[in-house]
């Protein structure tokens, strides 16, 4: 395997490989978001949390839908992961959520933490040649930062073991994505 250095600046064009990469990653990490709030509403969906739960799943969908998209049209291959995902993502969500709602929001507020910082990194090595996918990602950091601030105003800091809890989600979301960039 080589490595290439690259020197991006912005308004370089992007490099083919590294597009592949952020689509790939992208649609992993949101098929994972996905899950992840599947398996909080398999414990929690009729529960009080039920409609917020819902609303934060649905966005989840839309930015799966759009990553799915782009996979197709520009012929990127998926993360060949999407199985483990698909298990870990469900079991994120569902035992975080059989700790208790607080813990569930605090499992929100660690994932949508660390895609924020994913998806910022991101946007500032694409180039102006890919500046609706940049534009995309940005909306899309935006609404994970909406759902960090859901997890934080239903209670999230108040689960016990709350810095533990969520340095071990982010941990593990930061290496899932390292994975998922490459395989
Ligand atoms: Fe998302
Ligand atoms: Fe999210």
Do not use: N
């Amino acid at each position: 395997m080589s490595l290439t250095v690259t020197h991006q600046l912005p308004g370089d064009p992007t490099a083919r490989d590294a597009v592949e990469r952020i689509i790939r990653v992208d649609h992993a990490g949101e098929y994972g978001a996905k899950r992840i709030y599947q398996g909080q509403l398999a414990v929690l969906g009729r529960g009080a949390k039920g409609p917020v739960l819902r609303h934060m799943q649905a966005q989840e969908q839309v930015h799966l839908d759009t990553f799915s998209d782009l996979i197709a049209r520009r012929r990127v291959r998926p993360t060949a992961l999407l199985p483990l995902w698909h298990v870990a993502g469900f079991a994120l969500g569902a035992i975080t959520a059989a700790l208790g709602e607080r813990a569930a929001m605090a499992c929100t507020v660690a994932v949508e933490e660390a895609i924020d910082e994913h998806y910022a990194a991101q946007t500032a090595t694409l180039g102006e040649d890919e500046a609706p996918l940049r534009a995309t990602i940005e909306t899309f950091r935006q609404e994970e930062l909406e759902h960090r601030d859901i997890g934080l105003e239903h209670g999230a800091e108040q689960t016990p073991g709350y810095a533990l809890l969520t340095r071990a989600i982010k941990a593990g979301c930061k290496l899932a994505i390292k994975v998922s960039e490459r395989i």
